[in-house]
């Protein structure tokens, strides 16, 4: 696999670093979804979010992974209804049956990693099957909305008209507060800091993070997953 920075993009919204590449860019992408994973491990009910928000900072720590661009973020129950922007209600303790997201963007080397994925705690029927229902449909509509990409060649405006609709005939609202990002050798915002759903043209693999934050309706709770825009052969 080329390791060098000869990877060439259209226009200036995707221009890379001197220290871009793909081996590096996929490391940082692997490295980011293992931590995903270590903290969710260690996630338990009865925990407050603050102090679950400094656990997965240390198991980041303890990855070796730097600390990167935006903070780490473990969010429980009615705070997953909010912007990241926006500060969580202080406090919030994990309930028994209940629904938490992980947002991470650490940094692997000279290469940014930007992750997040939704998890759900308890097995009572009821409420429980929604928020598992919900936690399902925010990778569903990832995935959904990452192949009409790269099989309809849409544009980053058209990925994320793509995945509304695919939000809203599941019964979910699509947060437009998380509109995507570019992702590049650090730091992607010397390089550039619009957003993917207000991109005009088709966007290249592994220059983009999509992200979809689904809120029910009501705004009770929500679930948030998110990703490098690559091909499905990168996907295991």
Not at 8 to 18: F, H, M
């Amino acid at each position: 696999m080329n390791t060098s920075t000869n990877i060439l993009s259209a226009g200036d919204a995707e221009r890379v670093g001197p220290a871009f590449s793909v081996d590096g860019m996929l490391a940082a992408r692997n490295k980011t979804r293992q931590a995903i994973r270590d903290i969710a491990a260690r996630v338990r009910p009865g925990m407050v979010e603050e102090d679950a928000v400094a656990m997965a900072r240390q198991i980041l720590i303890d990855s070796g992974l730097a600390l990167s661009w935006h903070p780490t973020r473990v969010r429980f129950g009615r705070n997953t209804t909010k912007p990241m922007r926006q500060a969580s209600e202080p406090g919030v303790v994990l309930q028994e049956n209940d629904i938490f997201f992980i947002d991470i963007a650490p940094r692997h080397e000279a290469w940014e990693g930007d992750g997040g994925a939704a998890f759900v705690v308890g097995c009572n029927a009821g409420r429980h099957e929604e928020y598992v229902r919900c936690a399902q449909d925010a990778e569903t509509v990832f995935h959904a909305a990452r192949r009409a990409w790269n099989e309809q060649k849409l544009s980053g405006e058209e990925l994320y008209a793509f995945a509304e609709h695919e939000a809203r005939k599941r019964g979910w609202e699509l947060n437009f507060d998380l509109p995507g990002h570019r992702v590049s050798d650090f730091p992607h915002a010397a390089i550039h800091t619009g957003s993917l759903a207000e991109f005009e043209g088709v966007p290249l693999a592994m220059r983009w993070i999509l992200e979809i934050h689904l809120r029910h309706p009501d705004h009770t709770y929500g679930a948030f997953f998110e990703d490098m825009l690559l091909e499905d052969g990168d996907y295991v």
